[in-house]
Nanobody
């Protein structure tokens, strides 16, 4: 079955950095578009960034220039490097793919808290 396992969240001060990882299994990772979403308390889940199978990336405006999504097909892993973190980046971050099916697959989420 499809499994997405996120790691790398934590507590960081404003201006700090974190790198999230998402290890995928049960899919042909190299052909899948992979996404990172986040959900803050009381807010809807939003798309942060995605990366296609050919490496094309896209970011929501609020993270452009600060976050970088990348992938390592040899490790079936997608990353989200987050720099210059702000308190408004605080959220649970989720890894997502459709794996070329009609449904969404999600990881369990990893908490990112930006606070002094």
């Amino acid at each position: 079955q499809v499994q997405l396992v996120e790691s790398g969240g934590g507590l960081v001060q404003p201006g700090g950095s974190l790198r999230l990882s998402c290890a995928a299994s049960g899919i042909i990772f190299s052909i899948c578009t992979m996404g990172w979403y986040r959900q803050a308390p009381g807010k809807q889940r939003e798309l942060v960034a995605y990366i296609t199978n050919d490496g094309t990336t896209n970011y929501t405006d609020s993270v452009k220039g600060r976050f970088t999504i990348s992938r390592d097909n040899a490790k079936n892993t997608v990353y989200l490097q987050m720099n210059t973190l702000k308190p408004e980046d605080t959220a649970v971050y989720y890894c997502q793919t459709t794996a070329w099916t009609t449904r969404d697959y999600w990881g369990q989420g990893t908490q990112v808290t930006v606070s002094s």
